[in-house]
């Protein structure tokens, strides 16, 4: 069984008048922000990706426990799922995170990536506010 009190919740934001794109990821537990990042002028499903991408790095780096990433975003997982994205943008960034994620496949297998209900469970709690 899921818990919603435990794990890294990931969420990004796209400001087009500001142009920018970020995101962050939250331990469920804690509240507390694990990681953050301003991507520049990026796409949403590109930086719902790459949180995910990080989550993962900060679970591997720091032995986080439990190994379960949430995020709201269908294409991100979808992405992260085929260790590829399906983005007509192309960049460091991204080709970065495609090869890390082919490259440690082994580990990433065992950590779970789960599709956040907004609907049943409310904003995600790495959500930015900016609705």
């Known amino acids: 069984m899921i818990s919603l009190n435990e794990g890294i ?3 990004a ?3 087009v008048k500001n142009r920018k794109t970020e995101f962050r990821g939250v331990d469920l537990k804690t509240g507390k922000t694990l990681f953050y990042s301003d991507l520049g ?3 949403i499903n590109i930086g719902e990706f790459l949180a995910i991408v ?3 790095k900060y679970i591997i780096e720091h032995d986080y426990q439990p190994k379960i ?4 975003s269908n294409t991100a997982i979808s992405w992260f799922k085929n260790k590829r994205t399906a983005s007509g943008k192309r960049n460091a960034k991204l080709m970065k995170a495609e090869i890390y994620l082919r490259a440690i496949a082994y ?3 065992e950590i779970q990536v ?3 209900d907004n609907k ?3 904003e995600i709690p790495a959500d930015f506010g900016n609705k």
């Open 13 to 15: 934001a796209h400001s």
């Open 120 to 122: 049943a469970w409310g």
């Open 69 to 72: 990433i949430f995020s709201d």
């Open 41 to 43: 002028n990026q796409t």
């Open 114 to 116: 789960v599709k956040w």
């Open 107 to 109: 580990w990433i297998d």
């Open 54 to 56: 990080e989550a993962v």
């Open 9 to 11: 919740a990931v969420d």
